[in-house]
């Protein structure tokens, strides 16, 4: 059972309803009679080790609805990647506050984070219970059926190419879109989901799944652009070649690295502009387009999923009740049921820590250039029931009189 103190922290790329999980969190342990205070670590890991806290415990549940709607990390966070040495450090933090119990929203390397200070915890024999309260855009948990900020980052994903594709048919040419996405391409699948008419684009559609090759991707745009006199392409940022190198590597005389040697895949247009200029070199197509959306799709203001903001509340009111009812280190996941409800269980961490999921066969089309009808029928519940719409004019013709 949940007593003493509660800290809660949040780590990784932000999204449009990680405030939810944890006003989830925060308003279901002040339910709780043996907890005397909730605790929240400014900046992720880091604030745990730099003692860096503040007490959620005074917050209104007003405020905290409100700061819910919001978007981002509302308390800030990291991303440091703790080993053995940076976990004992948390650990030491949790045990000089008597902290008894421990939940991090985040992504695959937060459950990993969650169950090595658990570890600690039992060597110890320290009575501390791990949490993890999965978030992240990319959709890459294991076990889970779908992610929260998945659907939100989906719906901006959905809306921007809708509104380009809208674009192009005014004046048409060719559009390169990069979404993030180094393993998994869920994100980028999602660029298709609010085509409406036969035409609609985004016509291609390339994911880290499939291996990219450069001579197959000139030939589809090329055919899409003769076949519609227009093309879109969606790309993910994690594209690569038969070698498992990233594309943006094989076109680009230098590539930018991050602090883990990974090729600098985000925060950088390069991608869409070497794309670009590969297709004005290899083809007669002349208006060529490229944008990377970047950080715009995590937290956009405005365009969260109504599925997506219940069900990010949900998993921090699930991780306190597992906590305190189940008396066990563990990770909320999210499963499907019917054509759509969700059941949310309680896994043990090793099941979800430090491993990805991908997009599975059945969602990528033979061509490996688009997404398939069972992809669209996983994705559009998650949208939420909020759709933007559109319409096209019947373009009744006037009969030619001097251009008969």
Known sequence: MLQGKVLVAQGGGPTAVINHSLAGVVLEARKIPAVTNVYGAIHG????????LVDLTQETAENLDRVG????????????????????????????????????????????????????????????????????????????????????????VASAFAG??????????????????????????AAAGYRKYEDDGPHLIYLPERTFKLDQFIADVKATSDRFGRCIVAVSEGVHDESG???IAQLAAE?????????????????GDLLSDHIKSHTDIKRVRADTFGYLQRSFLGVASDVDRREAREVGAKAIQFAHFLDRNGSVTIHRIGHYAVDYRFNDLSDIAAKTKVMPDEFINPEANNVTGQFMRYLRPLLGTETPDFARLREVSVPKILNK
Do not use: W
């Open 164 to 189: 380009a594709n809208l674009d192009n048919r005014a004046l048409p040419g060719v559009y390169i879109a990069v979404v993030m996405g180094r393993h998994a391409g869920f994100l980028t699948g």
């Open 245 to 247: 190198q990233p594309i």
């Open 45 to 52: 890991v880091r604030g745990i080790v730099d003692e860096d």
């Open 69 to 156: 709607d919001t978007p981002c990390s509302g308390l800030g966070s990291t991303r440091d990647k703790p080993d053995e040495k940076y976990c004992g450090e948390i650990f030491k933090v949790l045990q000089a506050h008597d902290i008894g119990t421990f939940l991090y929203i985040g992504g695959n390397d937060s459950s990993d984070t969650a169950r090595i200070v658990g570890e600690f915890a039992a060597k110890s024999n320290y009575n501390l219970r791990c949490v993890h309260v999965p978030k992240t855009i990319d959709n890459d948990l294991v076990i889970n059926d779908h992610t929260p900020g998945f659907p939100s980052a989906a719906k901006f």
């Open 255 to 271: 590539v930018e690295r991050d602090a883990h040697g990974n090729v600098q895949l985000s925060g950088t247009g390069a991608l």
